[in-house]
């Protein structure tokens, strides 16, 4: 039974936070420039080894992604989690995430979120650390999102100014037919 509501975008900064924004590499949705597959959160250590968090909100999508060929197979990542929210935490839907990948459950305790490790990942013994190279690849796509976001935010801003003054403009009539 569904006990919040939670967004992918939510999900992502609660299990970066939870990993260490300030200690490791954590960008999202990393899909090019690092010749692996797409991964919905990319985190990698000061050692230049690599994490990946696949994250899921709906049991539809959990069970459409045993479809993807990769299966998110790279000998770049050391270790692989599935994260979900706590309503999706049900035998059944466990049985749809591989065995060998880590389980984080998301919850919320009425104060905040909570990031619980339902199950270790097994780790990848082929898994390589990234090149000097790759790490500063995957810092640039991180900044390349910074600076996307920011473009969005200023859009919203002027946005956000002229449906206040569209407000102003529709108030003022208001005043004018109320006074006649």
Same mark, same amino acid.
């Given at each position: 039974?569904?006990?919040?509501?939670?967004?992918?975008?939510?999900?992502?900064?609660?299990?970066?936070? =939870?990993?260490?924004?300030?200690?490791?590499? #954590?960008?999202?949705?990393?899909?090019?420039?690092?010749?692996? =597959?797409?991964?919905?959160? $990319?985190?990698?250590?000061?050692?230049?080894?690599?994490?990946? #968090?696949?994250?899921?909100?709906?049991?539809?999508?959990?069970?459409?992604?045993?479809?993807? @060929? =990769?299966? =998110?197979?790279?000998?770049?990542?050391?270790? !692989?989690?599935?994260? *979900?929210?706590?309503?999706?935490?049900?035998?059944? *839907?466990?049985?749809? #995430?591989?065995?060998?990948?880590?389980?984080?459950?998301?919850?919320?305790?009425?104060?905040?979120?909570?990031? !619980?490790?339902?199950?270790?990942? @097994?780790?990848?013994?082929?898994?390589?650390?990234?090149?000097?190279?790759?790490?500063?690849?995957?810092?640039? $796509?991180?900044? !390349?999102? *910074?600076?996307?976001?920011?473009?969005?935010?200023?859009?919203?801003?002027?946005?956000?100014? @002229?449906? $206040?003054?569209?407000?102003?403009?529709?108030?003022?009539?208001?005043?004018?037919?109320?006074? @006649?």
């Amino acid at each position: 039974m569904k006990t919040f509501e939670i967004s992918t975008e939510e999900m992502e900064y609660i299990i970066a936070n =939870h990993f260490g924004i300030r200690t490791n590499l #954590i960008v999202p949705n990393v899909s090019w420039g690092l010749g692996i =597959h797409e991964c919905d959160l $990319l985190i990698c250590t000061k050692s230049g080894y690599c994490t990946e #968090i696949e994250i899921k909100i709906s049991a539809a999508d959990l069970k459409k992604d045993k479809e993807k @060929q =990769h299966g =998110h197979n790279s000998d770049k990542i050391k270790y !692989l989690y599935f994260a *979900i929210p706590d309503y999706l935490n049900t035998e059944e *839907i466990i049985s749809h #995430i591989p065995e060998r990948a880590g389980i984080l459950t998301i919850r919320n305790n009425g104060k905040r979120f909570v990031v !619980l490790h339902e199950r270790e990942p @097994q780790r990848n013994v082929k898994a390589t650390k990234l090149t000097t190279q790759e790490q500063y690849e995957m810092a640039r $796509l991180g900044s !390349l999102r *910074i600076w996307g976001l920011k473009n969005k935010c200023t859009g919203y801003k002027k946005e956000r100014k @002229q449906l $206040l003054n569209k407000i102003k403009e529709l108030e003022t009539k208001i005043k004018g037919i109320e006074e @006649q």
